[in-house]
Nanobody, 119 residues
Framework: QVQLVESGGGLVQAGGSLRLSCVAS????????MGWYRQAPGKQRELVAS???????????SYGDSAKGRFTISRDNNKDTISLQMNRLIPEDTATYYC?????????WGQGTQVTVST
């Protein structure tokens, strides 16, 4: 089993910034993919950003179209924590943000953290 705990959501004005964090614990494999997805009311869950941990050549990252140029995903040194720095937030970024991890033990999701961007 793997547990994912998100933090850092909240209410911010348009143009502002937030930083989300996700801590993984439990049966964590050394090579894994962790990332952020979001889901707004009435919409499908979509990829925000993901990062592969434990590879020796570079740190492969990928971003959804909505995140490119504004959001940055990173991993902390212990490789069990990822962060999402969100800048220049717009009201359309309002959603519940979920951390997802793909490990040898399986795919896991966090409970989600709410991000609300006001005009």
């Amino acid at each position: 089993q793997v547990q994912l705990v998100e933090s850092g959501g909240g209410l911010v004005q348009a143009g502002g910034s937030l930083r989300l964090s996700c801590v993984a614990s439990g049966n964590i494999s050394s090579i894994n993919t962790m990332g952020w997805y979001r889901q707004a009311p009435g919409k499908q869950r979509e990829l925000v950003a993901s990062i592969v941990n434990g590879v020796t050549r570079g740190t492969p990252v990928s971003y959804g179209d909505s995140a490119k140029g504004r959001f940055t995903i990173s991993r902390d040194n212990n490789k069990d924590t990822i962060s999402l720095q969100m800048n220049r937030l717009i009201p359309e970024d309002t959603a519940t943000y979920y951390c997802r991890g793909i490990f040898a033990a399986g795919t896991y999701w966090g409970q989600g953290t709410q991000v609300t961007v006001s005009t």
